[in-house]
């Protein structure tokens, strides 16, 4: 199999994979929209192979080391947006964490002192 | 200190079902004017059940507080400075470990220390000079106990001894910007230094350390690489910050 067609068949898969996910609410669409990209970047690179033969020659690398390069720029931007992204989800759920705990606690104060009971007994 | 002020003890207390009887006893001889606080982080055995029936029999005010899942140590303090800014009406707020390695009759020197001084951030130090005797923690911790003294005395143009002491006492200043932002984890040298960069006042006195009743620290031989790189970094990124405490 040619490195070409290779490039092809990842591409279309990367696609429909991309779109069962979003369709399945499971990717959101801004994600999405960057994954899409990077279908359309290996669809357009099987189709017309010369694409990555005159980069090359531009950039004046060779073939494979060319190929590494962009790929590993690419697997590198999205790990690091994902962590800075986890950082902020991390952030989130820590004070959500909180929130639901104060509000427990006051919940269990409101219904002791409803209950005419002492406001901090009883259980969570 | 007027009488009429009250401050806050917050105990973090994970998986601590055994000590925390011996802790919140050993509390009860504080005036009144303290109030407790367990905030159980998402404990997995009775820390829940333990702390609410000590909240039925306990002198002074005990409050607990149940995080659903486990959040670190930071977290649980975080959400004692919290509690505190949503209650109000809270002067100092002291963390006081749930482990059973602090001493509670030296926190009325911790307030009475931060009160003389005007501190904002008053620390119970093992390594101070009368401090001898008592716990001080593997030599290896030491180690690195006394490197992160020196970065941060460095750093900061301030004589610390102790950075690594969970026994603290936060003023208004101190605690209300800690409810906003607090490290997740290890948070104690980074918040030190924190405050010393953005000007709040920090001080320390001498305490004596118990070993620990029950349970584990959470700082274990394998986590201490990350743990080192990991408070270094903190320190070294917070000098790039503007600074940021609220003027308040």
Redesign the interface.
């Known amino acids: 199999m040619t490195a070409e067609r290779l490039m092809f068949l990842g591409g279309v898969s990367v696609f429909l994979l991309t779109l069962y996910w979003v369709r399945s609410r499971r990717l959101r669409e801004r994600y999405a929209i960057a994954w899409l990209a990077v279908a359309t970047l290996l669809l357009l690179c099987g189709i017309f192979p010369t694409i990555i033969m005159r980069l090359a020659q531009w950039a004046h690398l060779s073939y494979s080391a060319a190929v590494l390069f962009v790929a590993l720029t690419a697997v590198y931007w999205f790990a690091f947006l994902v962590t800075v992204s986890l950082t902020r989800q ?1 952030r989130q759920s ?1 004070r959500l ?2 929130e ?3 509000l ?2 006051r919940l269990a104060q409101m219904e002791n002192r409803l209950a005419g009971g ?1 406001p ?5 | 200190m007027s009488s009429e002020d009250r401050h806050l003890i917050v105990i973090p207390a994970y998986n601590e079902q055994d000590s925390l009887p011996g802790v919140i006893a050993s509390l009860q001889v504080l005036p009144s004017g303290f109030e407790l606080l367990i905030v159980n982080d998402g404990s997995t055995d009775a820390t829940s059940r333990v702390a609410h029936a000590l909240a039925a029999t306990s002198r002074l005010p005990l409050h607990v507080v149940d995080l659903p899942l486990n959040g670190g140590i930071g977290v649980a303090v975080q959400t004692g400075y919290l509690f505190a800014a949503q209650a109000g009406g809270f002067r100092f707020v002291i963390q006081f470990d749930g482990d059973g390695q602090h001493d509670a009759t030296a926190i009325l020197a911790l307030v009475h220390e931060a009160n003389r001084a005007n501190l904002d951030l008053c620390i119970g130090s093992r390594f101070l000079g009368a401090s001898v005797g008592g716990f001080r923690s593997s030599r290896l911790r030491r180690v690195g106990i006394g490197f992160l003294s020196r970065l941060i005395s460095l750093l900061g143009h301030t004589r610390v001894t102790d950075p690594t002491s969970g026994f603290r006492c936060a003023g208004p200043r101190a605690w209300r910007d800690f409810a906003v932002r607090y490290p997740d984890d290890y948070p104690e040298p980074e918040s030190l230094y924190w405050c010393i960069r953005n000007r709040l006042r920090v001080g320390e006195i001498a305490v004596t350390m118990f070993e620990r009743h029950a349970g584990r620290s959470s700082i274990r031989a394998l986590r201490s690489v990350y743990y080192m790189l990991k408070v270094t970094l903190a320190i070294t990124v917070d000098l790039l910050r503007p600074k940021e405490v609220s003027q308040s």
């Open positions: 991390h820590t964490l909180q639901v705990a104060l427990r606690h002492d901090e007994a009883g259980g969570p």
